[in-house]
């Protein structure tokens, strides 16, 4: 049985690690080839995990090709920053370069990076979204390459330890948008890892050149704080009332004088008002076999 030889750029990142799990734990036993930079961190070790030290940094196109051809790579994996627009475009043209068939670039957002309204006001999304055009471009001119991205949502994990859902875990607030009655979909990093390995090694056919929708859930503030209480069995998270919409303009205004804390407020609000993939056609859960995860108990393993 031919094992898939599979690259990944970016371990180390916040969504690194679960898509080298999720890949280990596959049961096609695929083989995975780790891409570092000189300066990155060392990698995980492995029976089925080779390390490759990219010499340039930022990596050149001549270095990642080379890199790709000598380990016969089928499927490159990005998990680095969506910001790091120049490499993610130049990882697509090494794809292209050397035959590799299936591209997954950086994209794992907490939104749709094609829609128009969250464009406008976080330029970070305008790099994924010009990333994904680049590679839409190749896959036209280039039959053997292919690419997907995938949108997942606010990272759960992630966000419930920090304030990316509007909620501080450690203060025991809440912003709650609207009232906090929106459903949104969320992705754990977990499940996140499952669609990557399911789109390169279960259903490659199937996904090339889209972007695709997954979530673990799709819930709204007032359940994450109701499954927080339950597990905590503490006092009641105390949430505040914030319109959303004034909200957004009065982030925008600041994120454009340059306020970096701004931009992660508007991620979150806009996580939450602009991210309910229910009833999306894009919406893949049941093509990556990705079974809805359990509220309660995700927030009992994040928080104990």
Same mark, same amino acid.
């Given at each position: 049985?031919?094992?898939?030889?599979?690259?990944?750029?970016?371990?180390? #990142?916040?969504?690194? @690690?679960?898509?080298?799990?999720?890949?280990?734990?596959?049961?096609?036993?695929?083989?995975?080839?780790?891409?570092?930079?000189?300066?990155?961190?060392?990698? @995980?070790?492995?029976?089925?995990?080779?390390?490759?030290?990219? @010499?340039?940094?930022?990596?050149?196109?001549?270095?990642?090709? #080379?890199?790709?051809?000598?380990?016969?790579?089928?499927?490159?994996?990005?998990?680095?920053?969506?910001?790091?627009? +120049?490499?993610?475009?130049?990882?697509?043209?090494?794809?292209?370069?050397?035959?590799?068939?299936?591209?997954?670039?950086?994209?794992?957002?907490?939104?749709?990076?094609?829609?128009?309204?969250?464009?406008?006001?976080? @330029?970070?999304?305008?790099?994924?979204?010009?990333?994904?055009?680049?590679?839409?471009?190749?896959?036209?001119?280039?039959?053997?390459?292919?690419?997907?991205?995938?949108?997942?949502?606010?990272?759960?994990?992630?966000? &419930?330890?920090?304030? &990316?859902?509007?909620?501080?875990?450690?203060?025991?607030?809440?912003?709650?948008?609207?009232?906090?009655?929106?459903?949104?979909?969320?992705?754990?990093?977990?499940?996140?890892?499952?669609?990557?390995?399911?789109?390169?090694?279960?259903? +490659?056919?199937?996904?090339?050149?889209?972007?695709?929708?997954?979530?673990?859930?799709?819930?709204?503030?007032?359940?994450?704080?109701?499954?927080?209480?339950?597990?905590?069995?503490?006092?009641?998270?105390?949430?505040?009332?914030?319109?959303?919409?004034?909200?957004?303009?009065?982030?925008?205004?600041?994120?454009?004088?340059?306020?970096?804390?701004?931009? +992660?407020?508007?991620?979150?609000?806009?996580?939450?008002?602009?991210?309910?993939?229910?009833?999306?056609?894009?919406?893949?859960?049941?093509?990556?076999? &990705?079974?809805?995860?359990?509220?309660?108990?995700?927030?009992?393993?994040?928080?104990?």
């Amino acid at each position: 049985m031919h094992a898939h030889h599979i690259a990944l750029i970016g371990v180390n #990142s916040r969504i690194g @690690p679960a898509i080298l799990q999720a890949l280990l734990e596959h049961p096609s036993k695929p083989h995975i080839v780790i891409f570092l930079r000189p300066t990155s961190h060392p990698a @995980p070790t492995h029976p089925r995990i080779r390390t490759v030290t990219i @010499p340039s940094d930022p990596p050149t196109l001549h270095d990642l090709t #080379s890199a790709l051809n000598e380990h016969d790579i089928e499927s490159l994996v990005s998990a680095l920053s969506p910001a790091d627009r +120049e490499t993610q475009i130049t990882l697509a043209d090494a794809c292209v370069a050397a035959g590799v068939y299936r591209y997954i670039p950086a994209d794992y957002g907490s939104m749709r990076s094609d829609d128009p309204y969250v464009l406008d006001l976080l @330029p970070n999304f305008r790099n994924k979204k010009l990333v994904r055009e680049h590679c839409q471009a190749l896959a036209r001119k280039h039959k053997s390459f292919t690419w997907t991205s995938l949108a997942s949502g606010h990272f759960f994990d992630y966000g &419930l330890r920090t304030e &990316l859902l509007g909620i501080n875990e450690k203060e025991n607030s809440a912003m709650l948008f609207d009232g906090g009655k929106d459903r949104f979909s969320t992705s754990t990093v977990k499940q996140i890892g499952k669609a990557v390995a399911a789109i390169v090694l279960d259903k +490659e056919e199937e996904t090339a050149n889209q972007m695709l929708l997954i979530q673990s859930f799709c819930v709204s503030q007032l359940e994450i704080i109701k499954a927080m209480d339950e597990v905590k069995g503490r006092r009641p998270v105390k949430g505040v009332y914030v319109e959303s919409e004034g909200f957004i303009e009065e982030k925008a205004a600041e994120a454009k004088k340059g306020d970096a804390e701004a931009v +992660e407020e508007l991620v979150a609000v806009l996580g939450i008002k602009r991210s309910n993939w229910t009833g999306d056609k894009l919406f893949a859960n049941e093509l990556l076999g &990705l079974k809805e995860e359990n509220l309660r108990d995700v927030v009992h393993d994040v928080l104990g």
